[in-house]
T-cell receptor, first 113, second 115 residues
Framework: DGGITQSPKYLFRKEGQNVTLSCEQNLNHDAMYWYRQDPGQGLRLIYYSQIVNDFQKGDIAEGYSVSREKKESFPLTVTSAQKNPTAFYLC????????????FGNGTRLTVT | GQQVMQIPQYQHVQEGEDFTTYCNSSTTLSNIQWYKQRPGGHPVFLIQLVKSGEVKKQKRLTFQFGEAKKNSSLHITATQTTDVGTYFCAGGTNAGGTSYGKLTFGQGTILTVHP
């Protein structure tokens, strides 16, 4: 079955440490996205990528970094510069960039203490 | 920047009652998408509306896109316990040229259905 795999499901880190969240898709989708979800705030776009080796900042990119070395993979690094990193992180993909429906992974819940 | 407001934030209903959530954009949209997120799960795409005044139905769910393409609604008839979850709208703007067609999510409506 095609889909998006995010790992791990739960992640715990100490403040000041960088952490990388994995996202892999086998849907052959060109576009991939990272969203952050906080209670009562909907989904906010962190970064997106339309093609390999290219990515763009979303609305809340500060304190995050990404790479897109392969079509299937779009890892997100939460750096120590992110002031409030504890959140639910969702990776998504779509066929293309033109408002195509998003397919989401199961998410990673990151807790930083 | 573009804002998408969704109301209400919470809705509690008795099983069998109807439910409606509303979505309003500060700018004209090229399309609107609706997603459902079950408790503890991830958002799942429900439908996309692109035409002014468009109405689409999926069983007990009715989706509308406003004439001005700035608002939308999702109506559920005779709710069931399986309808529990958070419903999000996401407003899309035109891509145009090489720019990205951006989706902006509303805050979501959390639906609770009491049996």
């Amino acid at each position: 079955d095609g889909g998006i795999t995010q790992s791990p499901k739960y992640l715990f880190r100490k403040e000041g440490q960088n952490v990388t969240l994995s996202c892999e898709q086998n849907l052959n989708h060109d576009a991939m996205y990272w969203y952050r979800q906080d209670p009562g705030q909907g989904l906010r776009l962190i970064y997106y990528s339309q093609i390999v080796n290219d990515f763009q900042k979303g609305d809340i990119a500060e304190g995050y970094s990404v790479s897109r070395e392969k079509k299937e993979s779009f890892p997100l690094t939460v750096t120590s510069a992110q002031k409030n990193p504890t959140a639910f992180y969702l990776c998504a993909s779509s066929v293309d960039r033109v408002n195509s429906p998003l397919h989401f992974g199961n998410g990673t819940r990151l807790t930083v203490t | 920047g573009q804002q998408v407001m969704q109301i209400p934030q919470y809705q509690h209903v008795q099983e069998g009652e109807d439910f409606t959530t509303y979505c309003n954009s500060s700018t004209t949209l090229s399309n609107i998408q609706w997603y459902k997120q079950r408790p503890g799960g991830h958002p799942v795409f429900l439908i996309q509306l692109v035409k002014s005044g468009e109405v689409k139905k999926q069983k007990r769910l009715t989706f509308q896109f406003g004439e001005a393409k700035k608002n939308s609604s999702l109506h559920i008839t005779a709710t069931q316990t399986t309808d529990v979850g958070t419903y999000f709208c996401a407003g899309g703007t035109n891509a145009g040229g090489t720019s990205y067609g951006k989706l902006t999510f509303g805050q979501g409506t959390i639906l609770t259905v009491h049996p």
